[in-house]
């Protein structure tokens, strides 16, 4: 049995794979706050309200080609669902495709996203160090 708050979540993922603005838009609360909090290749920004997570959905279906989004795990306890997924798209003004792996925390309140956390990582597998 999904929870209400997974619910939620499903309900957005759905609206923003469909490119669908008022979709997107029905899952969160008047007052929602999503943080970015950048990446090596992306700012951290922060939008918010519902006119704010407009701008958020309306440039990543405007400005953002698509590859693949693909949210991987889901962990709910309670009101917060963390996601684990990775992505890649390539963005109006930077160069290159842009390849992420992200955390995204959201807290749900009266069955509407209240508040998105995301932290990525745009570092390729290959530049990590090895430590044995």
């Not at 979540?9 to 899952?27: E, H, I, P, S, Y």
């Not at 920004?45 to 405007?62: C, D, H, L, N, P």
């Not at 390539?90 to 807290?107: A, F, R, S």
Request: charged share 20%.
């Amino acid at each position: 049995m999904t929870s209400s708050a997974r619910n939620a979540v499903d309900r957005m993922f759905q609206a923003f794979n469909a490119k669908d603005l008022t979709g997107a838009l029905a899952t969160v609360s008047e007052d929602t706050l999503w943080i970015h909090h950048g990446s090596q290749k992306m700012p951290s920004v922060r939008f918010e309200g519902k006119s704010g997570a407009e701008k958020f959905f309306a440039t990543s279906f405007t400005a953002m080609t698509i590859d693949y989004f693909r949210p991987l795990s889901f962990i709910e306890q309670g009101d917060i669902v963390v996601v684990l997924g990775e992505e890649s798209y390539v963005m109006e003004g930077i160069d290159g495709k842009l390849t992420n792996k992200w955390v995204q925390i959201y807290t749900v309140a009266d069955g509407l996203i209240a508040k998105m956390e995301e932290f990525a990582t745009s570092s390729e597998a290959t530049s990590y160090a090895v430590v044995v």
